[in-house]
């Protein structure tokens, strides 16, 4: 599943974009994701859950067999 999220600030950290585009539920859900190495940015796979994501970046990740991706507006 493809979504696009637009940002109103410079950036968001990673775990807060998770809960933001509706991916999990709640912060801890998506602090798990990231632990596990379900999470890539532009890439790469990223095991900060503060990691600052700026417009232009690309989040992929998996969780509950489905597959999203994020592209930050």
């Known amino acids: 599943m493809e979504k696009s999220v637009k940002i109103k ?3 968001i950290k990673l775990s807060d974009l998770l809960k933001y585009a509706n991916v ?3 912060g801890s859900e ?3 994701l990231i632990i596990e190495g379900k999470v890539s940015v532009d890439g790469e796979i990223v095991l900060q859950r503060g990691k600052k994501i700026y417009p232009g970046m690309k989040v992929f ?3 509950d067999n489905e597959k999203f991706t994020i592209m930050v507006l």
């Open 9 to 11: 600030t410079e950036y």
């Open 24 to 26: 999990v539920s709640s």
């Open 30 to 32: 998506g602090k798990y």
């Open 61 to 63: 990740c998996e969780y």
